[in-house]
Structure formats: C-alpha cells, structure tokens
C-alpha cells in the first residue's frame, strides 16, 4: 500500500527535524503518491484474497474471469465453508459438525479448543429453546469432562451453565452468550480453522492493511499537518482543518 510506506518514510524524516509540526500541502503528498508505483497484478491478488477469505465465491469467480487472476485455492471449497459458517450462524451446529467432518475430519481431531467451543454452542442453542432437562445431560456428557482436564474449558462451561439460574437472562451476568454475537463468535473460529487447514491465510489482508495505514497516518499526525484518509470506503484525501 503505497499511502503506508510514504507516510512511514515521511514520519522518518520529520522524526530527525525540529519539534514543531510540518506542514505537508495537497499538491507536495499527491506528488509523492503520483510517483510510487503499484502493479495492478499485486492489487488483483490483494481482491482476490479477501474475496475467498470472506467467502464471497460468485464474485471470486466473477472477478477471476475478468481479471485473471486466480485463486489460491478451489473455489468449490469455499461453498463447502460458507455452509458451515452458515449453519453455526443459524444454531444448526450439529450440522456444522458434520459438514467440517466431511470437509476434514483432522480439523476438530487437532482442534480440541475450536470443538470444545462447538459443543459449547450446542449447549448454548439447547438453553435458547428451553431444553432445560437436555441441556443439563449434555452438559454432564459430553463439556464436564473436557473441563475436566482443561481449566480454561471449566470456565466457560461454567459461565454458560449459569444461564440455567436466570429466568430472565437479561439480568444474566453471561447474558451476551444468547446474542447472535456469540455464534457469529463461533462461526469466525471455524472458518479460521478450516481456512488453516486448506493452507490458506484465516484472515484477508486488506483489513490489516487498512488498520496499518490508520496507524502511520495517526502517527505521522503527531509530527505533520498533512492531507489524510477519513474515510475508507471512498479513500478521499482530505485536507486538514485551518
């Protein structure tokens, strides 16, 4: 990203000049941006690895033919992931299981963390729909003995247990494990897992990058008055106020 590297090349600079802030005008930063050169090759690559890391297969596949730039991995197996993620995102994780055992059944044998979470969700889903009796059993089965042998395990089961003594779980200290955050929650490590599994980075680089740039232009705003991005989504340079 070329923004990055210019504003940490400038922020260099001004580090070893006076303490007061220097004044970098429009047409002084456009220039330099005008002089860094990027291959489209790189940017297409940069699209095409959020696009198959969030799982957005008919665009990837739209963009590889317009493109040509091809994916790192099968998009047939991203289909395969999304329903997974889906099928947590909806409660339906007895499903999921299945589905990630199909994809690969080494992904949970190796993740003891990421089924314990999976099973954690179960329990979860059987106290949203009031199998009061059902959740109980399946808590003793198949999470005490996990949390058993792991202390971190015991914790967890022991914060979703106590939903049970709540009638009304707004009043819950545990309340936010019956959000839908909590099962998006879930849903993201599984998809981390499987894209680990398939070789294939768990998270887009696109948002990292774009957290970098945030960072160095905060830096670099410290030392300098300069044209910066407010806005992400348009990417507009936008001049400091007077």
């Known amino acids: 990203m070329s923004l990055f590297w ?3 090349r400038e922020l260099a600079e001004i580090e070893a000049m006076a303490t007061s802030k220097k004044v970098i005008t429009r047409e002084e930063w456009e220039k330099k941006l005008n002089d860094v050169k990027i291959r489209k090759e790189d940017m297409n690559k940069l ?3 959020f696009l198959v890391t969030e799982g ?4 990837a596949e739209k963009f590889r033919k317009e493109s040509g730039t091809d994916p790192d991995i099968d998009l047939g197996t991203i289909t395969d992931r999304m329903a997974v993620k889906k099928a947590v995102q909806a409660g339906n994780v007895e499903d999921a299981i299945e589905k990630v055992n199909d994809l690969n059944p080494e992904i949970l044998d190796t993740n003891p963390q990421l089924f314990f979470h999976l099973q954690q969700q179960r329990l ?3 106290i949203r729909n009031g199998k009061i009796e059902e959740a109980l059993e399946f808590a003793q089965e198949e999470l005490a003995p996990r949390g058993e042998e792991n202390q971190s395990f015991l914790e967890e089961l022991e914060k979703t247990v106590a939903l049970l003594a709540f009638e009304d779980v707004s009043n819950c200290p545990v309340g936010e494990l019956l959000d839908v955050s909590q099962r998006l929650k879930t849903a993201s490590e599984v ?3 499987i ?4 070789s294939h980075e768990k998270d887009p680089k696109l948002p990292s990058l774009l957290k970098m740039l945030i960072w160095a232009q905060n830096q670099l705003g410290e030392k300098a008055v300069f044209p910066r991005i407010n806005d992400l989504s348009t990417a507009k340079l936008e001049d400091p106020p007077v």
């Open 47 to 49: 699209v095409m690895n």
């Open 195 to 198: 894209l680990t599994s398939q």
């Open 124 to 126: 979860i889903e059987l």
């Open 191 to 193: 998809n981390a897992a």
């Open 6 to 8: 210019i504003v940490i």
């Open 56 to 59: 957005y297969v008919e665009a």
